[in-house]
Nanobody, 123 residues
Framework: QVQLVESGGGLVQAGGSLRLACAASGRTFSTSGMGWFRQAPGKEREFVAAIRWGGGSTNYADSVRGRFTISRDNTKNTVYLQMNSLKPEDTAVYYC????????????????WGQGTQVTVSS
């Protein structure tokens, strides 16, 4: 069993920054890594970024590459998402998830999900 808790969401103006955090507890060794997904009203949940516990290899969606950075602190079982140069289209509920990451951008590759944190970017 793995429990995930997100934090750090909020309201920012376009061009601003936020850092999200996801604290994992429980059987974290049963997962290979963590991913961030987001879902805006009326849209499908979409992949944002992923990172693996071992090795730290990363994946990014094209829409956030160069603006967002995913990182992890293995000693704290915590994954972060640094979001810079935020745009109104980044507005969504952001979820962290844990899984095997055989296909990091596939929502079905993840077994554990956090409750989500709201990110709102105003223009």
């Amino acid at each position: 069993q793995v429990q995930l808790v997100e934090s750090g969401g909020g309201l920012v103006q376009a061009g601003g920054s936020l850092r999200l955090a996801c604290a994992a507890s429980g059987r974290t060794f049963s997962t290979s890594g963590m991913g961030w997904f987001r879902q805006a009203p009326g849209k499908e949940r979409e992949f944002v970024a992923a990172i693996r516990w071992g090795g730290g290899s990363t994946n990014y969606a094209d829409s956030v590459r160069g603006r967002f950075t995913i990182s992890r602190d293995n000693t704290k079982n915590t994954v972060y998402l640094q979001m810079n140069s935020l745009k109104p289209e980044d507005t969504a509920v952001y979820y962290c998830a844990g899984g095997q990451l055989r296909t990091a951008w596939d929502v079905h590759d993840y077994d554990y999900w956090g409750q989500g944190t709201q990110v709102t970017v105003s223009s």
